[in-house]
Structure formats: structure tokens, C-alpha cells
């Protein structure tokens, strides 16, 4: 109703402008000021004290300190006693992912089990989830077999149907035959995927069209698949595209301005998304020096998703249990050693795969735990992965210019980083949609 109404007004406008030939600008949108007791701005490795953000329509108009006036009539929202952050980024999630238990019928019953309607559903939920949480803005790598949903969740948010993030979404992904789920089922059957499977360097460079025509912001490319530890205990991955294949796709997106994600644990997979001019490196368990290397020449991205490998152990003495605990084992130093070189890292925690229902912020724990400072944890997740998203200045930072992505913790998320688990406080493009800190 309210839109028709918005709809009819608009109607009536643009008669006007059209019968006076010429348009006059609307009065200003109203301003809001936010009162913050600490600001972590995304950008800068010390907060602030006592600093006003002024917020005008979706973006933010200047930040200043205290003393600065308010306007009479101004709406100032008190967040005083709180520490102020921009909207948090996640870089890898999967809305369309309702988890791998196996109790629960494993990856399998997501494709299987659960029509579009339910899977959309779902990803309402998955939105609404994130959002809630101080997530205001997340790239989605991949719907595992819903298609193009992300884009249309995506639409369904800018257009006010249901609240959610910003949304970078991959769409479908691509892998090779025998590179993907669904499998193990009898060969006469002709199973669902849950990418689009391409062979060859012409089908790649297809595959990556037809997902950029449907509007990939994205694309997300496996390099392996399966794992396992061999023989003499090291962690083993299948790849699966080819260097070949994998540049076609590459050159495909660079020439859209577009990027490409590239899953990745290690070993000829993880070397050929390199030699092939991945972006970014997803998962990456098990880094060589020379690919770390690699990665600092090319500016590679590295997105680490360390919660998704403590989440679930198959039993220790089985070979699925060894691969388990071997992937934990190496990832760790691989981060470590990312962490000294410097690389590029982005926050991702491969929500999806992990429970909706999970704690989104439970990455920046891990992260921490293993040595990165809770400031470049938080930058991980702000300012560094808005530059990953072409969107530096624009998301991740509370500086003039920037959208209005706002989030409040009532602690110290320096001190005790598990502090941003309890967002209070959520301004998405300016509006405000959850507030506990200031009635
Ligand atoms: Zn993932």
C-alpha cells in the first residue's frame, strides 16, 4: 500500500516537472546525528573519543567532534556509552546454504530435499540473520543450486521487500565434472549440481558469460574438490580446472570489471588459481612460501573461513577424520604465515555451511586466536574487504561520503573482540534497524 501511494506521488511529480519543463531539487533528507562514545572508524589503527557522526539520507555527511553544533531539530541518537563501528563485510557466506549436517541428510538434502520456495525461504532468513548481526554488507559465493536467487534476494532487498544486507553475490559458481556435489549416486542417474560443471576452456568462458548476463557481481571458481591425507600423512586436494579453462574465465570477468573468487585448499588447484589470476583465494589451507609469495606479487586476496573447520570432526581414526584434522592443522600455519607476509586478508566465514543460526562474528575469535590484533580482525572486515569489493571509501569506514553503515557494541571489541557478537546497535543506508543501546 505504501508503495503504491509512494508510486502515485512520484506519478504526480513528474507531471509537474514536466508541465514547468524543467526539475527542482527536493529539500534536503533530514539529518541524524549519532552521539559516539568510542569510534572505530574501519580506516585508522587508534578510536576516537566522544566523536558525532552526521548522517543525511543513506550517506554520511561529515564526523566530527563533540563540541561540533546540532542543528535545533536535529534527531541525535545517544550511543554515548558504546563503541561505534562501520557495518561489518562478510566475504564469503551462502544465503541458499541451510547447513551440512549429517545428521540432518549432509549437503545433499539442501539440493534434494528443499524446493525454491523453501530454499528462498530460507535465505530470507539467512538476510534478515546477517543483518541483524551488524553485517550490512556480504559477498555471496555461491547458491549452490538455486541459480541466479542471490541476485533476486538481492533485488528483493533494494527494493524494500525484506530487510538484508548489500549483497556481491557469485550466483551459480563453476567446477568441472567430477568436481562437484551432487555425487556417489548410481551412475545411470543424471544428478543435479550444485555449480554450473563446465570442460573446456570454451564452456568456461560461456559459463562466465551467461553468469555475468544474470548478473554476477562475482565469480566464484573450485579449484579442488575432494581431499585426503595420503600415505605419508600430507593433505591432499583434487583440482579440477585447468589453468586454461581457468583463464578464460578470469579474462571473461576482468574484461566486465568483475572478479573472480577462487575456492582453493592447496597443493596443484591452489597453484593453478594463481597461475591462472584468481583474485582471491578462498579457503587456501595449506599456502606454500612460494605461493605466498605468489599472492603478495599479484595482490592476491586471501580469505581464510577458519571457523568452517572446527565446526564438525568426523571420528579421529577414520580417513575422513584424519582429513578433518589435518585441514584444522595446516590451515593454521598457513594463516600465520599470511599474517607475517602481510597478505591481504579479508574476513569470511562461509555462513551456509556453518548454521544461520550460528554467531556470524565467531571468525574474528579465531582469527585473533591465532595472533592477528582485534583492530585488524575488525579492518578485515570493513575497510580492507570494501577495497577487495571495488567500494573502498564507500562501505567499511565511517568518513564523509561514506554510506551510512553503522554498527554499536556496548564494550570494548579491542579488549575482548568476541564483543561483536552482541551488535545493539544496526544502521543500514542510513535507517536505522535495530536498536538496543538508546530507546
Ligand atoms: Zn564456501
Redo the contacts with the bound molecule.
Sequence with gaps: MRHSFACFTLALTLCGVGARGQSKPGPPAPLTVIRAGTLIDGVSETPKRNQLIFVRGEHIEKVAEASAAIPSGTKVIDLSSATVLPGLIDS?T?IFLWGEDPAKGGYDANILKAGIALRAARATYAVRRALEQGFTAIRD??TEGAGYGDIEIKQAIEEGTIPGPRIFGATRAISTTGGYNLEGYAPELEMPKGVQIVDGPVEARKAARQQLEHGADWLKVYMTHRSWVDKQGNLVSQPTLTVEELKAIVDEAHGWQKKVAC?AYNGIGLQRALDGGCDSI?HGLEITDAQIAQMQRQGTWYCP?ISAYYGYWEPENTPAGKRDRARAAVHEISFKKALQAHLKIVYGT?M??IPWTEPMAQEFQQMVKLGMTPMDAIQSATSRAAEMLDMKGEIGVLAPGAYAEVIAVSGDPLRDVGELEHVRFVMHNGAVFENDLAK
Excluded: C, I, W
Aim: glycine share 20%.
Design positions: 564469503h551462502h559465493v555461491e575456492h578462498e573461513t562461509d551456509g555451511g
